[in-house]
């Protein structure tokens, strides 16, 4: 008797185990803010409701859309407002300078920093918080001109290995607005696409780079958090390019640990003698 009930035990075991190998992973919570104070972007409500269709579709993230900055603290809210605490991941699809106080950017900050959580900044994102010196370590870079306007940008792609970059041509053309950045180094991210400065108007007088260098998108980690931004998505119908969804559906997979890359800071290709 005690044998048989051994064997039922074991059988109930091995059959709850394999029942636990097949389950799949808790799905991610994304946040999303898309507050703007300034110029408002007619592609963001496109934008936000692709990417959390995304993460349905893929089953990988669930996502909640804020217009407000309520969300980022570490603060216990009321009712049932979910704060930092509760994501894996916020995406700023954003602009101007947003309604933060002082506990709210030291905790925004944290969760990426120190947390390891994930950020993934969209177009105007690089146009937030210009002022905010921390931020812009954060992210990268910031706004400083759009000399070309919305224009047929000539892209070239740096690092077809990093997810969501081998379904672009190497090089392409895109209509887009694409920012110039200051306050960005190459010592400090991995730049996946940039502009091919051969094929732009260099006389253009709001061109401020003397170096030619103009990222189209880049990934850095941010101490133990990891940071994805590109300039495009100001034009709403490139969010219903496969090429753009498989771009930012990878790139939130990697920001929210889902999957790794190599995000070590390369120097730019011209850089080992000619300058563009």
């Known amino acids: ?15 709850i185990g394999s029942a636990g190998m097949g389950q799949s992973p808790p799905r991610k919570k994304l946040l999303i803010i898309c507050e703007e104070k300034g110029y408002r972007h007619e592609a963001v409500t496109h934008a936000v409701s692709t990417i959390e269709r995304l993460g349905r579709d ?15 603290t570490k603060k216990k809210l009321e009712y049932n407002a979910r704060n930092l605490d509760n994501f894996d991941g916020v995406l700023f699809y954003t602009g101007g300078t947003l309604e933060m106080d002082d506990r ?28 905010w010196p921390e931020f812009v370590e954060m992210l990268g870079g910031t706004f400083d001109e759009h000399p070309w306007g919305t224009f047929l940008a000539p892209i070239v792609v740096e690092d077809p290995g990093f997810p969501g970059m081998a379904q672009w041509p190497k090089a ?11 306050s960005f180094s190459r010592e400090n991210t991995r730049v996946l696409m940039t502009l091919d400065a051969g094929k732009l108007d260099l006389a253009n007088p709001k061109v401020h780079r003397k170096d030619h260098d103009f990222p189209v998108a880049w990934a850095k980690t941010y101490g133990k958090g990891r940071v994805f931004y590109s300039t495009l998505g100001h034009v709403d119908a490139n969010w ?36 563009r």
Request: charged fraction near 25%; glycine fraction near 4%.
């Open 1 to 15: 008797m005690r044998s048989v009930r051994l064997i039922v035990r074991l059988a109930i075991c091995a059959a």
């Open 58 to 72: 893929t089953g990988l993230w669930d996502t909640e859309i804020h217009t407000d900055t309520e969300p980022l």
């Open 104 to 131: 709210q950017k030291a905790d925004f900050l944290s969760f990426i920093h120190d947390d390891g959580k994930g950020f993934i900044g969209v177009h105007s994102a690089a146009i937030t918080f210009v002022n």
């Open 172 to 182: 392409f053309t895109l209509k887009d607005e694409i920012y110039q950045m200051k």
């Open 240 to 275: 219903d390019k496969p090429e753009m969804q498989k771009m930012f559906t990878e790139a939130i997979k990697w920001a929210l640990r889902l999957e790794d890359a190599d995000v070590t800071p390369r120097p730019a290709p011209h850089a080992a003698g000619n300058s």
